[in-house]
């Protein structure tokens, strides 16, 4: 099985730093885009960043320039760097991604996993 793991959230004041990391475990054999994903309350589910095997990254317009997503294809891990934080980047940010993992029976399958959710909070 595999597991996606979130660190990093918190309390910041507005204009702060926080830095989110995912990591992925388990019987993996490659991991395709990974993304970054935010709900607030009573809102959708939206998505923040994504990042593909190759590199090749995407932002939501609310967060261009902010927010830095990365990747350690080594460790598995990816990273939301987020800067000049705003009080509406208040939310629960989850990761996502594509995995291909060797089951039991030694075969190979492409599943989309979620990680738990990490609460960031911006506020005075």
């Known amino acids: 099985q595999v597991q996606l793991v979130e660190s990093g959230g918190g309390l910041v004041q507005p204009g702060g730093s926080l830095r989110l990391s995912c990591a992925a475990s388990?019987?993996?054999?490659?991991?395709?885009?990974r993304d970054w994903y935010r709900q607030a309350p009573g809102k959708q589910r939206e998505l923040v960043a994504d990042?593909?095997?190759?590199?090749?990254?995407n932002y939501a317009d609310s967060v261009k320039g902010r927010f830095t997503i990365s990747r350690d294809n080594a460790k598995n891990t990816v990273y939301l760097q987020m800067n000049s934080l705003k009080p509406e980047d208040t939310a629960v940010y989850y990761c996502?991604?594509?995995?291909?993992?060797?089951?039991?029976?030694?075969?190979?399958?492409?599943?989309?996993?979620w990680g738990q959710g990490t609460q960031v909070t911006v506020s005075s």
């Open positions: 990042i593909t095997s190759g590199g090749s990254t």
């Open positions: 388990g019987s993996i054999v490659s991991i395709s885009t």
């Open positions: 996502n991604a594509d995995v291909r993992a060797r089951t039991n029976s030694g075969r190979d399958l492409w599943k989309n996993y």
